[in-house]
T-cell receptor, first 116, second 112 residues
């Protein structure tokens, strides 16, 4: 079955540590996205990538980094520069956008990151 | 002011009621309008998709887009307890940023 897998489901980070969240898809989608979800704030865009080896900052990119070396994978690193990283992180993928194309997202089941 | 505004609720209705969920937006460049449903601690799933203005119906769900008013709606008929979830509106454009902008979500509780 095609889908998008995020791991781990729960992650604990100590102050000053970098952590990497995994996102893998086997839907043959070109585009991939990272969103952060906090209570009452909906989904806020961190980074997105339309094609391999290219990505763009979203609204809250500070303190995060990404790479897109393979079509299937879009890992997110939460660095020590991110001062308030405790949140629910969602990865999504879609067909490449443009024109009258349904580019609805397929989401993973999320990673809950907690700073301890 | 946020680009997309959505009442967070919670909205509590009895089983069988008609539910109306709404979003307003400020960016006239939005062309794609979607509704996602999110159960607790899960990723959102796509419910409805509309391109430009108009209505779209799928079973008990109807999505409406009024671009002149910058207002979109999702109607749920004969609501069921299994519809209890958070509903997120999302919007995208053909040019510029190729990623969806989401509303904050409305939490719906359907009482049996």
């Amino acid at each position: 079955d095609g889908g998008i897998t995020q791991s781990p489901k729960y992650l604990f980070r100590k102050e000053g540590q970098n952590v990497t969240l995994s996102c893998e898809q086997n839907l043959n989608h070109d585009a991939m996205y990272w969103y952060r979800q906090d209570p009452g704030q909906g989904l806020r865009l961190i980074y997105y990538s339309q094609i391999v080896n290219d990505f763009q900052k979203g609204d809250i990119a500070e303190g995060y980094s990404v790479s897109r070396e393979k079509k299937e994978s879009f890992p997110l690193t939460v660095t020590s520069a991110q001062k308030n990283p405790t949140a629910f992180y969602l990865c999504a993928s879609s067909r490449r956008t443009g024109g009258n194309v349904n580019y609805g997202y397929t989401f993973g089941s999320g990673t809950r990151l907690t700073v301890v | 002011q946020k680009e997309v505004e959505q009442d967070p609720g919670p909205l509590s209705v009895p089983e069988g009621a008609i539910v109306s969920l709404n979003c307003t937006y400020s960016n006239s460049a939005f062309q794609y309008f979607m509704w996602y449903r999110q159960y607790s601690r899960k990723g959102p799933e796509l419910l409805m998709y509309t391109y430009s203005s108009g209505n779209k119906e799928d079973g008990r769900f109807t999505a409406q887009v009024d671009k002149s008013s910058k207002y979109i709606s999702l109607f749920i008929r004969d609501s069921q307890p299994s519809d209890s979830a958070t509903y997120l509106c999302a919007m995208g454009m053909d040019t510029g940023r190729r990623a969806l902008t989401f509303g904050s979500g409305t939490r719906l509780q359907v009482q049996p």
